[in-house]
């Protein structure tokens, strides 16, 4: 019925549940094993206390066996009670994810269910989504997880996984691809409502959790010592295990993609093309869109709208993402939604906590911002604010009165001005030894240009070792140059830089870490209310309550990096308030100085130049081009 094609589905669904079952039994193996070592030394007592009372095992050393074996088989049995307890108490790691109840996307819903149908799978128990650019199944059938978990509906099984969606992949793909999409996902429900894959998950997971045990906060010297035993027990049964794990996974991922292949099998072909342009569209529009934002104290309110401006851009630049765009005519997968808007307020949020490691909810120092807002109130003021802390740091150095002087002795301007900047950059450098040996060399070979070139020629051996020496020692001279600063004035601000901002980002992670403990305070005694009225609150974001971010966006920068950017900033403040330039957005690339309604996009080099190297020349002909006036003061936050 179903051809070549559909008995090799078929075959291939088999075999990977087959694979499945046979390793999810070696994991309850494992524990079956770790049971029978545990109840060894009772099952030893009760054979010695039977042969005591037979008569076979009888006198003092009999005994004396007994009562030593007897207290064994009680400690054991304690300590496998106190690591079983652990384990089946302990609360897995859960995704944090921005749930979505039926009543928010009936239609959402009624896709994932048809779609079910027609792969003859259980549906999920709820659909969650994430901030990011991959779909999966997790299970949350432990009580912590369920208190936290908004219910499908009725006629969900209480037992299934969620699905977790990534939340750009509605606003991107089209509804007949993200269906295309889902189905190897949705798929996955079938294995996992057998009876042994589900233990086997249950028991991994849970090792999982007990080994984070001794981290939990708030845990006496006593209580800490015994979870420290109990987390080096469950280590060595997860070590045990893991392998099989692996296995069992692969092999459930396996039947939901051979199963998965009667449904929209072409068009996942094409949804996995726009799988990978969402995923780097969503990469630039978190690091150069997002992230600066971020450390201005404002969040992106409507990321997942962004990505899709991001990924129109991509397809306007780049030619093998060229005719992306022409699907935007169809339904996009966002319509499924009641409210795209709340729902996307709440990813850019829960972005901006996994990313940035942002406080839990809006205040006054962590406020949304709109799209049409982002360049005066983000790229502008960002600007300022890293103007007035290079200005800062200017002062800090001793060059507050207006005493500092350029490369060529002239007197610099008071006041926040560009031309103090570049004059304190473009300090003439000092001469290295080669440059020295090398005006030297240049002032003998003018010096003798009159003697006879036949004496020249009688001292050309003698000199060749002499020369080969001295060539020797310029090489070494070189060497030991290389380690040294071109520009010593911008290390030296680089390192002030560096200095002043780590002491900001220790003050901002200080505050953070006070705003979160109280929203855990509160989090706790609102919990506890609610456990004696009886009554249940659904958030509408779950997830983990250690230490944010999760995934850092980005390394440290350099100091050298910092001045770059911070010169740039004065740079483009001096445009926007004596020319004709104004702040704006790229989608890929973030804040962007326009000049004319253009892009400027050869700043960059010629800031690398004066900062690197001390030459200004190159920023100022591009200053003189654009009629910025670098002696005029720049307005500052």
């Not at 054991?76 to 994810?97: M, W």
């Not at 990924?311 to 093998?320: A, M, P, Q």
């Not at 006041?415 to 020295?436: C, F, N, Q």
């Not at 800031?607 to 002696?631: F, K, Q, S, Y």
Request: net charge negative.
């Amino acid at each position: 019925m179903y051809g070549v094609s559909g008995t090799g589905s078929d075959v291939g669904e088999e075999w990977g549940a087959r694979a499945a079952r046979s390793r999810a039994l070696a994991v309850l193996r494992v524990r079956g094993r770790a049971l029978g070592l545990a109840v060894l030394p009772a099952a030893v007592a009760v054979v010695l206390y039977a042969g005591g009372v037979t008569g076979h095992f009888t006198g003092s050393g009999w005994d004396a066996a007994r009562w030593v074996v007897t207290v064994l088989a009680v400690l054991v049995l304690i300590a496998a009670t106190a690591v079983a307890l652990v384990v089946a108490r302990a609360r897995p790691a859960a995704t944090p994810t921005v749930e979505l109840a039926e009543t928010a996307a009936p239609d959402l819903y009624r896709l994932v269910r048809d779609l079910a149908d027609r792969l003859d799978v259980p549906a999920p128990a709820a659909i969650a989504l994430t901030p990011d650019c991959d779909s999966w199944l997790e299970d949350r059938t432990h009580r912590a997880h369920r208190a936290l978990r908004t219910p499908g509906g009725e006629g969900e099984s209480e037992g299934a996984p969620v699905l977790v969606i990534g939340s750009p992949f509605l606003w991107w793909m089209r509804v007949g691809e993200l269906r295309a999409v889902l189905a190897p996902v949705v798929a996955g429900t079938g294995p996992a409502a057998q009876p042994d894959i589900a233990a086997a998950r249950r028991f991994v997971r849970g090792l999982d959790a007990a080994v984070a045990v001794p981290g939990t906060p708030g845990l006496d010297p006593v209580r800490r010592i015994g979870a420290g035993a109990v987390g080096q027990v469950a280590r060595v049964l997860l070590r045990a295990c893991r392998g099989h794990a692996a296995e069992m996974e692969r092999g459930v991922a396996v039947a939901g993609s051979e199963r998965a292949q009667a449904v929209d099998y072409g068009v996942r072909i094409v949804a996995q093309e726009q799988v990978g342009l969402a995923y780097a569209g969503w990469d630039r529009l978190l690091t150069r869109v997002a992230l600066p934002a971020w450390r201005m104290g404002r969040w992106p309110a409507k990321l997942d709208a962004g990505v899709v401006s991001a990924l129109t851009e991509l397809s306007r630049r780049d030619r093998l993402a060229d005719g992306f765009s022409s699907r935007l005519g169809e339904r996009p997968a966002c319509d499924l939604l009641e409210e795209p808007g709340a729902v996307d307020e709440a990813a850019s949020l829960l972005a901006a906590r996994l990313f940035h490691g942002g406080p839990a909810a809006p205040g006054p120092d962590w406020s949304p911002v709109e799209w049409s807002q982002y360049p005066e109130e983000v790229v502008d003021r960002k600007w300022r604010t890293d103007a007035a802390r290079l200005h800062q740091v200017l002062d800090g150095l001793g060059l507050a009165d207006g005493t500092a002087r350029g490369a060529g002795g002239e007197r610099v301007a008071e006041g926040p001005t560009l031309t103090r900047v570049i004059a304190h950059l473009a300090t003439e450098p000092t001469k290295s030894a080669d440059a020295r040996a090398e005006a030297e060399a240049d002032a003998a070979l003018d010096a003798g240009a009159g003697v006879d070139t036949a004496d020249t020629a009688d001292t050309a051996g003698a000199d060749t070792d002499t020369d080969a020496d001295l060539d020797l020692d310029l090489d070494a001279e070189d060497v030991e140059d290389d380690d040294e600063p071109v520009n010593p004035a911008a290390e030296a601000l680089a390192g002030a830089l560096s200095a002043l901002l780590a002491r900001e980002e220790a003050a901002r992670e200080a505050r953070v870490a006070a705003s979160a403990l109280t929203a855990a305070a509160a989090a706790r005694s609102a919990e506890k209310d609610d456990r004696h009225s009886g009554g249940t609150s659904a958030p509408v974001v779950s997830g983990p309550d250690g230490p944010l971010p999760l995934f850092p966006l980005q390394p440290p920068r350099s100091g050298r990096d910092l001045l770059a950017d911070h010169v740039t900033a004065m740079v483009c403040c001096a445009a926007v308030d004596t020319a004709e330039a104004t702040p704006g957005l790229d989608w890929l690339d973030g804040p962007a100085l326009l000049v004319g309604g253009e892009r400027a996009t050869d700043l960059g080099p010629r800031v690398l130049a004066l900062v690197e190297e001390g030459d200004p020349e190159p920023l100022r002909v591009w200053l003189a081009r654009t009629g910025v006036r670098p002696e005029k003061p720049v307005r500052l936050v």
